[in-house]
């Protein structure tokens, strides 16, 4: 079975950091586009960044607002996609979700919650 | 940036048909991805590539891509189509994703 578990969320300060994980099983991960997609509560889905297979390149792109902020790694050993998230902010509170695809998801996790309040 | 934009919300009786459109400049020169996301839950994937289903995906569901306007149609529709449904595309400029807003699909 395809499937993807985010993990790593909770509740954190303006300017803090936090590290999510989405583990990945049941198909090939090394050669997966890897893609972060947000929800802020209420609203609708926001990309955040993806990062390419290491056969494609293994390149990251970001969406501007968390660019610079925001660094999406995978560690192919580890079947794992990774999001740090540094210098986060309140409007930074969502829903995070990775989903695996090229240039849309094919596959989705089931989210984890990132809450950013003071 | 590329922006796409969908009702806000559609209605409509069981067993008919709900036609939900995402409009974009040319977005008929685009290739359109939908999904469908019910409370609580991750958003699923029911149309690709303009107009294909991935497995699993009813025949119900179908989708349409010309002009400024893609749409997608949901045809018998049943109580448990009620959900929000996306539209995505790729921004050819950047390679960035983009969605719609989202509507809200009701079933009488």
């Known amino acids: 079975e395809v499937q993807l578990v985010e993990s790593g969320g909770g509740l954190v300060k303006p300017g803090g950091s936090l590290r999510l994980s989405c583990a990945a099983s049941g198909f090939t991960f090394t050669n997966a586009w890897m893609n972060w997609v947000r929800q802020a509560p209420g609203k609708g889905l926001e990309w955040v960044g993806r990062?390419?297979?290491?056969?494609?390149?293994?390149?990251?792109d970001y969406a501007a607002p968390v660019k610079g902020r925001f660094t999406i790694s995978r560690d192919d050993s580890k079947n794992t996609l990774y999001v740090q998230m540094n210098s986060l902010k309140t409007e930074d509170t969502a829903v995070y979700f990775c989903?695996?695809?090229?240039?849309?998801?094919?596959?989705w996790g089931q989210g984890t919650l990132v809450t950013v309040s003071s | 940036s590329y922006v796409l934009t969908q009702p806000p919300s559609v209605s409509v009786a069981p067993g008919q048909t709900a036609r939900i459109t995402c409009g974009g400049h040319?977005?008929?020169?685009?290739?359109v991805h939908w999904y469908q996301q019910k409370p609580g839950q991750a958003p699923v994937l029911v149309v690709y590539?303009?107009?294909d289903r991935p497995s699993g995906i009813p025949e119900r569901f179908s989708g349409s891509n010309s002009g400024n306007t893609a749409t997608l149609t949901i045809s018998r529709v049943e109580a448990g189509d009620e959900a929000d449904y996306y539209c995505q595309v790729r921004d050819s400029s950047s390679a960035h994703l983009v969605f719609g807003g989202g509507t809200k699909l009701t079933v009488l």
């Open positions: 989903a695996a695809g090229y240039y849309y998801g094919r596959v």
């Open positions: 590539d303009d107009s």
């Open positions: 040319n977005v008929g020169t685009k290739v």
């Open positions: 990062i390419k297979s290491k056969t494609d390149g293994g390149t990251t």
